[in-house]
């Protein structure tokens, strides 16, 4: 039987201001979707479940073969068994390093991919399924809003990717040098539109455009980090990093750095499909909206949200909070309305979660650095400090790998300022400063936005 989806909305009857969708739909129609027609969340109507030997036999092969388990054990139905190993083959080319910290805690280095951020891992998946979800001969094109860091990884996710157009709109005040040079150089099948505005602006020229009749020939589409595609993949790594360190049966602990929560997401459903997690550990910086909530049972976002160092990291309203409700049997809408409350107890037992200052945050890259010589930057430091704290009021003594979702060399000032070295750069940034492109400017104006889309869009292949 295949899997369905479904609106987090769906039950908010008298709710003003949602219509609530409360039918259902496949995976393929959620990746072109992305987000329910009520502005709720998709969600699988059922998980499917892994056999722990089927895990464990995956110690020591290749990173797309873990990718093949869970992608098979939830698009089976959807996709034959030769287009995603294609995928999964061609998206994951990079390797996952697992490094030991002290024995039995590890720093799982999700930054090795073209970006040197985690999010090329949902981002590159996919890109590659959504190229099998067109019509014959039809064109896709993605519209993004960014102010930095998702931009670039979804635009090197989609470059080269057959029969899909990128057009990524980013405010020309906004965006660090480095950002916008990441961000023009893409090319070929990936535009950069600098706008003369801030991200809010980009924001709104996108809505618009999404919901202009006369665009709707051109099949837009979007790639923002609530569609239900960029969080399955990130499934994957829990489960890799598992079957690599885990012995039968062991129990591991996993601490992830949270914004928007979809990656501690990945987590949480790699729990519920058998994967032996005995916390799932979910840090926050100072937006501390979920560990007061843990702690109270009370939710209120934090508005405006609180900059911090770890500025992937700065949401006072995480947008997977839906989900996490969701699978734990309550309620809560896009502006952070709580309808129902979920089963506070059941989430206590199985995540933890604390605020982390940033002067915490900058204690944890230096005595992690002085102490084991690793280098983390502050979104993986605010994951390793989580870490300590629930092991301190815990006790607990169990295997615990910790995320590290951007490479240090993305940060050289505040590594260089704590540590006195200078990270050493990735392959894929080393060449970034020779690299060659341009963005379009364009006025903050949706007629010269329309204008530009439908003198350069594409319909047909
Ligand atoms: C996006 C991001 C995060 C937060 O991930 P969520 O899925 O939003 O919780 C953490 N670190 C880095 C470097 C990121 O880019």
Redesign the pocket.
């Known amino acids: 039987m295949s899997i369905r989806y479904y609106s987090t909305n769906r039950n908010l009857n008298n709710v003003a201001g949602i219509t609530p969708f409360a039918s259902s739909v496949s995976f393929k129609e959620a990746l072109l979707m992305g987000q329910a027609p009520d502005e709720g969340l998709f969600v699988p109507d059922s998980i499917p479940q892994l056999l722990i030997n089927d895990i464990l036999k995956l110690r020591g092969k290749p990173y797309w073969q873990t990718a093949m388990l869970v992608a098979q054990a939830f698009l089976a139905d959807e996709f034959s068994k030769e287009v995603l190993e294609v995928v999964v083959k061609d998206a994951y080319n990079f390797p996952v390093p697992l490094e030991a910290v002290y024995p039995r805690a590890f720093v799982m280095r999700l930054d090795q991919g073209p970006t040197a951020?985690?999010?090329d891992f949902a981002a590159r998946m996919m890109a590659r399924l959504m190229s099998h979800c067109r019509a014959k001969g039809e064109r896709i094109n993605i519209l993004v809003a960014t102010s930095g860091?998702t931009g670039s990884a979804v635009g090197e996710a989609y470059k080269r990717v057959a029969g899909i157009d990128v057009t990524i709109l980013y405010p020309a005040a906004e965006v660090s040098l480095m950002q916008k040079k990441q961000l023009d150089t893409i090319g070929g099948n990936v535009h950069a539109l600098c706008v003369e505005g801030k991200f809010d602006d980009c924001q709104n020229l996108v809505k618009v455009a999404f919901s202009d009749p006369e665009l709707a020939v051109f099949n837009l589409s979007s790639a923002n980090?609530i569609n239900f595609g960029r969080i399955l993949p990130q499934i994957v790594y829990y489960i890799y990093a598992y079957a690599e360190l885990a012995g039968a049966g062991e129990e591991v602990i996993f601490s992830v750095?949270?914004?928007?929560?979809?990656?501690?997401l990945g987590c949480e459903y790699a729990r519920r499909m058998g994967l032996p997690v005995a916390k799932l550990v979910m840090p926050t910086n100072e937006n501390d909206e979920f560990p007061i909530f843990l702690e109270t049972g009370k939710y209120k976002k934090v508005s405006p949200s609180r900059a911090c160092i770890?500025n992937?990291?700065n949401?006072g309203h995480?947008s997977n909070l839906a989900r996490f409700f969701e699978l734990y049997g309550g309620t809560v809408d896009r502006v952070g309305n709580v309808h129902r409350y979920p089963d506070i107890e059941e989430m206590r037992r199985h995540i933890y979660s604390v605020t982390v200052s940033d002067g915490q945050t900058r204690e944890t890259i230096k005595s992690v650095y002085e102490r084991y010589h690793v280098i983390m930057e502050q979104?993986g430091a605010v994951g390793w400090a989580g870490l300590e704290d629930y092991f301190q009021k815990t006790g607990e003594e169990k295997l615990a790998i910790c995320l590290e979702?951007?490479h240090p060399a993305k940060f050289p000032e505040e590594i260089k300022q704590l540590l006195g070295v200078t990270p050493e750069m990735p392959d894929s940034m080393k060449d970034l400063a020779k690299r060659k492109g341009s963005a379009i400017n364009i006025a903050n104006d949706y007629d010269t936005f329309k204008g530009y889309l439908q003198k350069n869009l594409k319909i047909k292949e």
């Open positions: 951020s985690f999010k860091d980090s750095p949270s914004g928007n929560f979809g990656d501690a770890s992937a990291m949401v995480p979104h979702t951007a």
